[in-house]
């Protein structure tokens, strides 16, 4: 992402503004942001695994 910018992303979240709206906005943000928290809880419960059984 870090090679996307702030004009880039400025661009993208006017174009996303212009298509869903500024009613629909938040709502996408806080399903996108509830997805990448259950990823990010997967992945850590998937590495502790991997590390629970390396140990035995």
Known sequence: MASIGVPGLILILTIALVIFGPKKLPEIGKAAGQTLKEFKN???DLTEDQGETKKK
Do not use: F, K, Q
């Open 42 to 44: 997967s992945a850590r």
